[in-house]
């Protein structure tokens, strides 16, 4: 690989380092076209380093609103009205671009968030980006925490609490460690402290292939288990260090870290599992908890970039 | 349970039999209210036997243009603009109702169609719905078939070609068949020969939990296999009756089968796997091969129905 100029994010000073690629896929040269099928996107039908050559945060988030919110955060030029959605030629994600940041849907799941990431980081190496960081902002169940309280991931876990991500490959499986970016998560970490209302914890994250079965509720179609056995699994993943439930983390951890890409996942709690199963807060203080991770995340972009001290 | 009078659907005569429940939770009759969070549906806030209660087909779809398809085959009253989401207060899926038809999406892969199904079939049992029949429609990759066949599913095979669904339960694996319904199934084969341009088969489908290291694309951000690695495991699924490969089948079949609901899976092929990974067929035919499931299935209902002999 040849040495390229790389102007790091936050950094004033340039300099000529080693190029770090983000895919890992030595097919992907020898192709003439390479379409991103699900982003309804292509290196033919678009210029992908000119539409997106100057991305330095990814944040896959399913609300276009946080767009719209980084975009006044940043005090961009432009009528956020104007914001469109990248992928509107597909129903399957939304992307949105402002400055340098872009945000993208990605469904529920692992399955889900795999393909977009897949998608992403062949755009992110056919727009020659540089030196992203990338954020899951999302929704999670609590383990022992209020509702409304941030959970900022250290590891992501399985469902037997173990920090790593099983992926099948070829009918074999293969284990990829699930360790995100422990410099990111502490920034991120020390911020949260500045902005009011966001009760921020550091913990582990449970990533589960099920939202009722799998997190051990009571309440879904099927339910073979009782609320002791229920409450005896949720306190083994407290003594685990697992602070909060939700179902993408442990791939996402897990593609990033094998592409070279800075990763942290944030999401608030939207109940205490110890007390319940179902959602029943009032939409309003849902949407408002919904918004702690998004200002986290803005605030620490302001700072990397330069537009706060 | 109390017998009770049930219509079966295209059946001219009523009678009393046992009730079929479909939910298999004894928690849930406990349950005060119960909201169907990612629906935006409660029992509390929406009346859902008199919203659903007259149910018979559900079709998870990604699309709304088969709900206005299926009105204009079914000869239903009204305007087809009509037709609105009925989970239109999230993001997270669509669901459109046209006489006893609901066709509901369900993202990509097993988590996303999973929760899906644990709110549908809490909803069909909060509406008091019988004798439903339950179709997936959707598209997939053809092993060894021409792009736009058809593949009624015999068997949904995990990675490993193992007709078995794994559902982690408090952290325990617990299996499950992923046997369909014979009879819909040879009753989809044989009203395909009726329908023009609609080559149809009948094989088993493989559902992985990945879309590109999982079925073997050299065409992801992480790719370690060559291509005659690929094709190799391509061969031994052929050789295992798979003809086609998806990612929503196996929980499908799984969490149908053990709530008494009769369901198939009905998918046509985007290309054909052994000649290529990326899906570069043009728009317009893409969306002629994904009107073939739909038109198979709405004749289905239409004969059901007796609207067609």
Redesign the interface.
């Known amino acids: 690989m040849a040495p390229i100029l790389l102007n790091s994010m936050g950094n004033e000073h340039s300099d000529y380092i080693q190029q770090e690629e ?7 040269d020898s ?1 003439e ?3 991103l ?2 982003f309804n996107l292509g290196t033919k039908t678009h210029d992908l380093p000119q539409m997106f050559g100057d991305v330095k945060v990814c944040n896959p988030n ?2 276009r609103s946080f767009a719209q919110f980084i975009h006044e955060e940043l005090e961009l030029p432009g009528n956020i009205a104007d914001i469109r959605d990248i992928c509107e030629g597909t ?2 994600y939304s992307m949105y671009k402002v400055g340098p940041v872009l945000s993208i ?1 990605h ?6 968030i ?2 977009m ?3 992403l ?2 755009l992110l ?1 056919h727009a020659r980006c540089r030196d992203v960081i990338i954020f899951r902002i999302g929704t999670s169940g609590g383990v022992g925490l209020p509702a409304g309280t941030v959970v900022i991931t250290d590891k992501a876990v399985d ?3 173990r920090p790593q991500f099983e ?5 074999k499986v293969i284990i990829r460690s699930t360790e995100l970016d422990e410099d990111v998560a502490q920034e991120l970490l020390q911020y949260s402290s500045e902005l009011p209302d966001t009760p921020t914890v550091i913990g582990n994250t449970m990533c ?7 997190q ?1 509720r ?8 009782s ?1 002791e ?2 409450l005896e ?1 949720l306190r ?1 993943a407290s003594e685990a260090g697992v602070r909060n439930i939700e ?1 993408e983390s442990t791939v996402f951890a897990a ?1 990033c870290r ?2 070279n890409l800075k990763a942290a996942v944030v999401c608030v709690t939207l109940l205490n599992r110890f007390e319940g199963d ?3 807060t009032p939409h309003d203080v849902l949407l408002e908890y919904q918004q702690r991770p998004q200002c986290l995340v803005a605030h620490f972009i302001k700072k990397r970039l330069g537009l706060i001290s």
């Open positions: 983000y895919v890992k896929n030595p097919h992907l192709m076209e390479d379409i099928y699900h399913r609300m129903d399957r849907s469904g529920m799941g692992v399955p889900s795999s393909i990431l897949h998608e980081i062949k190496y469902s037997f609490f992926q099948v490959v070829l009918g589960t292939h099920d939202f009722y079965e799998g051990g009571l309440d879904g179609a099927l339910c073979s288990f609320t056995e229920k699994y083994k179902m593609m094998v592409c179902q959602i029943s």
